[in-house]
């Protein structure tokens, strides 16, 4: 182990993803999301139809229009406003648009929906 590393294990601050308990999966209808508040943004965790869940700052990169309220078609979700796709894994606007907001990883264990925060 070099230096650093053992610096930053020390320092508990290692780089790592710290998982945080956020909602129930039951508690996220299928293809739409709930929306978590931090104290820096809120935060949409969408869920698709196979389960999947996928966790993105609130926010569209266009003109900012609530993702959250948006409709999950396969992995990505339609703005309400203006209708641009985004991916829902990258963020990324999708076709001819472009920009990219927030991601954050998301995961589903027993039941229960957990966001990494670094
Ligand atoms: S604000 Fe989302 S498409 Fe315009």
Redesign the pocket.
């Known amino acids: 182990m070099n230096m650093n590393a053992l610096k930053e294990e020390l320092d508990g601050d290692s780089g790592m993803d710290v998982w945080t308990e956020v909602v129930a999966l039951d508690q996220i209808p299928q293809l739409g999301s709930r929306v978590i508040a931090t104290d820096t943004m809120n935060i949409a965790v969408f869920r698709t139809a196979s389960d999947e869940v996928f966790a993105m700052k609130d926010e569209?990169?266009?003109?900012?229009?609530p993702?959250s309220q948006g409709i999950v078609h396969g992995t990505s979700v339609t703005?309400?406003?203006?209708?641009?796709k985004i991916d829902l894994a990258s963020g990324e606007a999708l076709g001819p648009d472009e920009g990219c907001t927030n991601v954050f990883s998301a995961k589903v264990e027993n039941g229960t929906v957990y966001i990494a925060f670094r």
């Open positions: 569209c990169p266009h003109k900012k229009g993702l703005c309400p406003l203006h209708n641009w």
